[in-house]
T-cell receptor, first 113, second 113 residues
Framework: NAGVTQTPKFRILKIGQSMTLQCTQD?????MYWYRQDPGMGLKLIYY???????DKGEVPNGYNVSRSTTEDFPLRLELAAPSQTSVYFC????????????FGDGTRLSIL | RKEVEQDPGPFNVPEGATVAFNCTYS??????FFWYRQDCRKEPKLLMS???SGNEDGRFTAQLNRASQYISLLIRDSKLSDSATYLC??????????????FGQGTILTVHP
C-alpha cells in the first residue's frame, strides 16, 4: 500500500544549491502534480503531467523543472535554490484526473538558508 | 479574480453546531469538484467529490451550482475531530488547462467543547 511516496521528507539547502525532490507512485496513475504550500496558505500548482512524456506549467513554475519519463516517477528539480522556495512540497497523482480521488504524498519540508 | 475563492474564515464553532463553507470558481469549463481536508502539517486528504445533484456522506453534504459557479460544504453535528482546514478543489478538464487542479486557499475550522 505504498501509494505516493516522496523523498526526502526534510531538507535544508544553502542558497544557490540544487536538488531533486523525488515522487513515485505505484497505482499506475496517469496524472501527477507538484504543489507548494507556504505557511498559512493554500496549495499552489507548480507543474503537472497528464502522462509519461507530457508536462505543463502550473501557477508558479519559475525556478523549477520537471520530467516524466515513466508513468511512476515525476521528479521536481530546483536548479538554484532561493529563500523564496522555502516551503512544503506535495506530490499528488490521480488515475484520469476527473471524477477520481487525488492521492497525496506526505510532503517534503524544504528550507533554504 | 482568483480561480477558486473560499470563505476567508476562520470558523470557531461549538460541538454539535452546523457549519457551512462556500466556494466560487471562475472557469466555466471546470468539470470536477472536490472538498479536501488538511490537518496541521499533514497532506490534504479527499473528503468528498461534489456532484451536480448534490451528495451526502454521513454528516457532510456537498452542493454544486454550475449556473452560479458555486460549491458548498455543510457539516452537521460538528465533532472536535472535524477541526481542520477545508480546501475547495476544482479540476479543469478542457482547453489549455487540461488536467489542472486548482485549490482554494482553505477555510480553517475549529470545533471547541
Amino acid at each position: 500500500n505504498a501509494g505516493v511516496t516522496q523523498t526526502p521528507k526534510f531538507r535544508i539547502l544553502k542558497i544557490g544549491q540544487s536538488m531533486t525532490l523525488q515522487c513515485t507512485q505505484d497505482m499506475n496513475h496517469n496524472y501527477m502534480y507538484w504543489y507548494r504550500q507556504d505557511p498559512g496558505m493554500g496549495l499552489k500548482l507548480i507543474y503537472y503531467s497528464v502522462g509519461a512524456g507530457i508536462t505543463d506549467k502550473g501557477e508558479v513554475p519559475n525556478g523549477y523543472n520537471v520530467s516524466r519519463s515513466t508513468t511512476e516517477d515525476f521528479p521536481l528539480r530546483l536548479e538554484l535554490a532561493a529563500p523564496s522556495q522555502t516551503s512544503v512540497y506535495f506530490c499528488a497523482s490521480s488515475y484520469r484526473g476527473s471524477e477520481e480521488p487525488q492521492h497525496f504524498g506526505d510532503g517534503t519540508r524544504l528550507s533554504i538558508l | 479574480r482568483k480561480e477558486v475563492e473560499q470563505d476567508p474564515g476562520p470558523f470557531n464553532v461549538p460541538e454539535g453546531a452546523t457549519v457551512a463553507f462556500n466556494c466560487t470558481y471562475s472557469n466555466s469549463a471546470s468539470q470536477s469538484f472536490f472538498w479536501y481536508r488538511q490537518d496541521c502539517r499533514k497532506e490534504p486528504k479527499l473528503l468528498m467529490s461534489v456532484y451536480s445533484s448534490g451528495n451526502e456522506d454521513g454528516r457532510f453534504t456537498a452542493q454544486l451550482n454550475r449556473a452560479s459557479q458555486y460549491i458548498s460544504l455543510l457539516i452537521r453535528d460538528s465533532k472536535l475531530s472535524d477541526s481542520a482546514t477545508y480546501l475547495c478543489v476544482v479540476l479543469n478538464a478542457g482547453g489549455t488547462s487540461y488536467g489542472k487542479l486548482t485549490f482554494g486557499q482553505g477555510t480553517i475550522l475549529t470545533v471547541h467543547p
